[in-house]
């Protein structure tokens, strides 16, 4: 299959076992699954009262462009899901699905921005593409990815080894 590596992380926090799986299901009708990273439980950010999440990020190949692979795809993902977006950035969802790289896209915009920043902001982000793929570049920054994220924070990280052992399994990784 022809087309853009790119890749996307994998979150929820609203029954995260049985949605991530179906979204990563979903994604594999439109894109080539090529590798799935661990997945970490995390606390919510600056909500003690909502359930933890479940984080990880998996590397596709897509015959389209960011925008189509961002709105037409996994938007469409989380909306089939259940998903609503709110004003509040920080809701509790069953899934959340984010274009993190492109390729060596480097897009500043509006409604997209490639590299995702938190691609090195957010540990379990960092920590799930640095499996994928341990010497990444940081696009437009001509920097590796593991000397931009917290690695002491990665290290900390609490890995979800059964979840992910079964996800693996279901979509034959």
Request: hydrophobic fraction near 45%; charged fraction near 30%.
């Amino acid at each position: 299959m022809s087309g853009t590596v790119c890749h996307i992380s994998v979150a929820g926090n609203l029954a995260p076992e049985a949605i991530l799986p179906r979204a990563l299901e979903f994604l594999r009708e439109k894109a080539e699954l090529m590798a799935l990273s661990t997945f970490y439980r995390t606390a919510a950010m600056g909500r003690p009262e909502q359930p933890d999440y479940l984080n990880g990020a998996v590397m596709v190949r897509f015959d389209g462009t960011a925008q189509t692979l961002k709105y037409g795809v996994l938007r469409h993902i989380e909306d089939k899901l259940g998903r609503v977006r709110t004003d509040d950035r920080y809701a509790a969802r069953p899934i959340d699905l984010d274009l993190l790289l492109f390729g060596d896209a480097v897009v500043d915009g509006d409604d997209l921005q490639l590299p995702d920043p938190d691609l090195w902001r957010r540990p379990f982000v960092a920590a799930a593409v640095l499996e994928l793929d341990p010497d990444l570049m940081v696009p437009g920054t001509g920097r590796p990815l593991r000397d931009m994220a917290d690695l002491e924070a990665v290290a900390r990280l609490e890995p979800a080894r059964e979840f992910t052992r079964a996800t693996l399994e279901r979509l034959g990784l």
